[in-house]
């Protein structure tokens, strides 16, 4: 063995374009967050998904896609070893793989996720070329759009997955979820309120319906008789103790089963759509947030001097006769 390959890093052929050693230590920690940011993103994105997790579970994900982005962003700005890319992009998608159910559909949005990732990295390298002053801002304005639509069409997957799976499991859960949010609807739009006393949605069954008569005619009220009667006409089982609200919230629930079960394999499909809608709706706080905080990071690994300016001489293409 000679002395040049004692000293060898990297396989033959997996050489670092600059023998410094430092550079070396950098861009193989630069790799190695990237790579496993990713991992823990997939990790916790699958928890979010798939366990029942609070809402507020996701700031999680969200904060470790924010610094894997930025992450990935250093590493392709840095990197020149093309072995090293390779990697920093294959071993996240087998992990992927590994964590996330094993579907077709969860397996395509992976899929689909790791050239738009790459697509980003070029774009951004790119961006680098075209102007003559560094500005990490500018350069990351255009190309993390990309991520952000990666990002939605992987969690569009992996939502109607999930989605498809639960409703298949416990539909009614769904129906009773949008029957909730009708009778809130109607709670703030009717009017319905309390102003008289007669028709309080947090009174019982048994209260409303004695509230109907006087006072005087109470005894020979039949509660029981007025009870089935009206559940007869509303065609729903309940009991005298249950509210107002519960009830119509059975009424709405029916009603909505009758009028979409004709197109309740489209829920799944709907659901996920108006998600992912919502989602890119408030995607411009996240790449705000993203570039602020990339540019705080950036400045603060400059002044350590992990990150550094060089001037290079660059050749332009120029039309001659």
């Known amino acids: 063995m000679t002395e040049k390959n004692q000293h060898r890093i990297f396989p033959e052929g997996w050489n670092l374009p600059y023998s410094n050693p430092a550079y ?3 861009i193989i920690s630069l790799a190695i967050a990237t790579t496993v940011l990713l991992t823990l993103d997939w990790w916790l994105i699958n ?21 894997w982005i930025i992450a990935l962003s250093f590493f392709s ?36 996720f790791i050239p738009l990732a790459m697509w980003f990295q070029a774009r951004i390298r790119t961006e680098e070329k075209n102007y003559l002053h560094f500005s990490i801002v ?3 304005n255009s190309g993390i759009g990309i991520m952000i639509y990666a990002l939605l069409i992987v969690l569009g997957f992996n939502i ?25 609807s ?6 319905l309120a309390e102003d008289d006393g007669q028709f309080d949605l947090n009174q019982t069954l048994d209260d409303y319906l004695a509230r109907q008569i006087n006072s005087q005619d109470l005894k020979q009220f039949d509660l029981s008789q007025a009870r089935e009667e009206i559940l007869r006409n509303l065609n729903v089982s309940a009991v005298g103790s249950e509210t107002l609200a519960e009830v119509l919230s059975k009424v709405v629930v029916d ?24 989602l890119r709706m408030f995607a411009f706080l996240f790449k705000w947030t993203s ?31």
């Not at 109607?160 to 809130?184: C, E, I, V």
């Not at 570039?291 to 039309?319: H, I, N």
């Open 47 to 67: 928890l979010a998904l798939n366990t029942n997790q609070a809402l507020d579970f996701w700031i999680w994900p969200v904060a470790v896609t924010m610094l």
């Open 138 to 140: 500018r350069i990351l």
């Open 160 to 184: 109607y997955f999930t989605t498809n799976q639960d409703f298949k499991n416990n539909p009614d859960a769904y129906y009773d979820r949008l029957g909730a949010s009708a009778l809130k």
């Open 255 to 278: 009603q909505m089963k009758e009028l979409v079960s004709k197109y309740d394999k489209f829920f799944p499909l709907i659901f996920t759509l108006i998600v992912i809608a919502l």
């Open 77 to 112: 700005l840095t990197n020149r070893n093309r072995p090293l890319y390779a990697l920093v992009n294959l071993i996240p998608f087998l992990a992927y793989l590994f964590i996330m159910p094993n579907d077709l559909l969860v397996i395509a949005g992976g899929a689909l």
């Open 24 to 26: 070396t230590v950098k």
């Open 186 to 191: 109607i709670r703030l739009g009717s009017g």
């Open 291 to 321: 570039l602020l905080v990339m540019w705080l990071l950036y400045k603060v690994l400059l002044g350590f001097g992990f990150l550094k300016l060089t001037k290079v001489v660059v050749e332009v293409e120029q039309l001659e006769i």
